[in-house]
């Protein structure tokens, strides 16, 4: 960071932000290459968030758990929590968040960067979205692309919020698409031939 | 004629030209509203007065950048609309018959609308950078419901863009400033070249580019942008 | 330790807990509903929070953005979480995107031929990547004009992306541009200076 010292953000502040986005708990050494600070302070720092997320001070954790740190909702407040899960409206899904579980649906598991490569616009923060939903999963990682990216596949969760039983209740893309459209998608994709709905 | 290093996009551009002196924007808008007839603007007049009033160090230079050539593309792609009207196109009849009174009232609309669209701009720009948390609970089973043909409707429109060229708006372009600006650069190795046979075979979409194609190579010295008179046709020249 | 061991939970751990649990603003009603305390206290103990999550004081923000209260991470600290999670910040808005989103905001909700009436071209391609992205919505039809045409309007997500409370948080459109540059447009176009303004 190239900031005047005043500018700079704390250790603690970036490591709380990053813990505020992550739903998996995350090591020292994730923190510290994140953050650009050596594992000493990043300790330090976690040192300091244990105390402002402990028990008593807050309504949020701060957890040591997997061998990573995590935050998460203290049990005295799960009541409430889980009152908030059972009224809470589900926000609705973009026309973009259709569109990727419309891509993982018919061309999953593929990765992010495929997911952007046939929407024409990037996409992270949609699939970032659907993921955290539970709507999208990394299955597995393509060994074959630089730095082996994660596989996104859809769950069964949307499967069940679409009410279908299974993939086979989705008709096959060549009832939707033209051929030559699809010919078009593939070359992106860079698949030889469509996967059948049905094999998951 | 003055710009503010720090200021909004292209707002305070002024130009003094004989058919008009005041802002660019208004500018803009009085041509967009026919007000102004397009080939009364010499182009080339505009371009260097941007170019002089540009300052390369200010830190919006690339977005100011970026909205001059839109709307002198714009400019170019009105002209060529004037030049051949399209069968069919249902031209704003309403736009004829304005009085001075009613086009005031749109301008004044439309530019309260522009300077909305800036205080926008600001404002996603100071509010980016804020990530919501992702310690989301799954809503309890059934709560949530993705419409089945919604998916489907999805799955058609992303594999079906491909094949949806947009040429018959000023939309996602499909041509890049690269590829015309290297046709600019052939066409330039046997001379000057006036633009109209530049763009004769080309459709509104590419000429428009073609325009901010060039105005990007002058503005990098490759070639020089002429035009003898007010109404005169504009001609590309090799500089180099 | 605050609190006395085995007691309720603060109001403000409760607040805070369920926040951590959304990506969404939560509104102070909602937030009574789950915590069962009534809103006052709500709005007491989000004032508490307010200032736990602070700029300057936290990575985490508390924001009050689109009718309700979302916990975010400061944009400080956006480098380290945007490293962390190898992703690009999306790419801005056009300029063209800016001006359809302050028609719909300042005149909607209007359709999509009122919209290109403003700003003298053709917005459709604009309107449908906003729509794709979530920050305009069809909230209705315009039964009078021919063919009922949908109304466009500005979204939650819009306000949240915004950083306002609500649309009552932009500035006046009469005071985007000065009356004299007004006068000064009148007088190109040759026209006699306004009557008073009529009640309308």
Redesign the interface.
């Known amino acids: 960071m190239s900031d005047t010292p005043g500018d700079t953000p704390r250790a603690s502040h970036l490591i709380e932000a990053i813990l505020l986005t992550s739903s998996r708990p995350v090591t020292v050494g994730a923190l510290s290459s994140a953050t650009g600070l050596p594992e000493a302070e990043v300790e330090s720092a976690l040192y300091d968030l244990a105390r402002r997320y402990a028990p008593g001070e807050s309504g949020i954790l701060l957890r040591e758990v997997a061998g990573g740190h995590l935050l998460s909702t203290s049990p005295e407040c799960a009541p409430a929590v889980e009152r908030f899960r059972d009224e809470a409206r589900p926000a609705p899904l973009s026309g973009a968040a259709h569109e990727v579980l419309a891509c993982a649906l018919y061309h999953g598991p593929l990765t992010r960067s495929a997911i952007s490569g046939v929407r024409g616009v990037n996409s992270d923060a949609v699939v970032r979205n659907l993921l955290d939903r539970g709507l999208l999963a990394e299955v597995g990682t393509d060994r074959d692309a630089p730095g082996s990216p994660a596989l996104l596949d859809v769950t069964d969760d949307f499967l069940i919020a679409t009410g279908a039983a299974s993939r086979g209740d989705f008709p096959p893309l060549e009832t939707l698409v033209a051929e030559e459209e699809l010919a078009r998608v593939r070359e992106r994709l860079q698949v030889e031939a469509p996967r059948p709905p049905e094999s998951t | 004629m003055t710009l503010d290093p720090a200021g909004r996009?292209l707002s305070d551009f002024t130009v003094e030209l004989d058919v008009y002196s005041?802002p660019y924007e208004?500018l803009l808008?009085?041509i967009?509203?026919e007000?102004l007839e397009i080939f009364e603007v010499p182009l080339r007049e505009l371009v260097g007065l941007y170019l002089s009033a540009r300052d390369p160090g200010a830190p919006n230079t690339l977005e100011r950048d970026?909205?001059f050539a839109?709307s002198a593309a714009?400019l170019v792609l009105l002209k060529s609309r004037t030049l051949s009207p399209l069968a069919g196109e249902d031209e704003d009849e309403e736009g004829e018959g304005l009085s001075?009174?009613q086009?005031?009232e749109r301008?004044?609309?439309?530019?309260?609308?522009?300077?909305?669209?800036?205080?926008?701009?600001e404002?996603?720009?100071?509010?980016?950078?804020?990530?919501?948390?992702?310690?989301?609970?799954?809503?309890?089973?059934?709560?949530?419901?993705?419409?089945?043909e919604?998916?489907?409707?999805?799955?058609?429109?992303?594999?079906?863009?491909?094949?949806e060229p947009?040429v018959d708006?000023?939309?996602?372009i499909t041509v890049t400033l690269q590829e015309l600006a290297s046709i600019i650069r052939t066409a330039l190795v046997r001379g000057p070249v006036p633009y109209e046979e530049l763009i004769r075979d080309m459709d509104r979409l590419r000429s428009a580019v073609t325009f901010a194609a060039a105005l990007s190579l002058a503005h990098e010295g490759h070639l020089r942008l002429r035009q003898t008179e007010p109404l005169g046709p504009l001609t590309l020249e090799p500089l180099r």
Chains 1, 3 share one sequence.
Do not use: C
């Open positions: 996009a005041g208004w808008a009085l967009l509203k007000e970026t909205d839109g714009a001075p009174q086009l005031a301008l004044t609309r439309y530019l309260m609308v522009r300077r909305g669209a800036q205080a926008l701009r404002r996603f720009a100071a509010n980016a950078g804020h990530y919501p948390s992702s310690h989301l609970l799954p809503p309890r089973p059934g709560r949530l419901r993705i419409d089945f919604r998916v489907l409707e999805a799955a058609r429109r992303a594999f079906s863009r491909q094949a947009p708006h000023l939309g996602p």
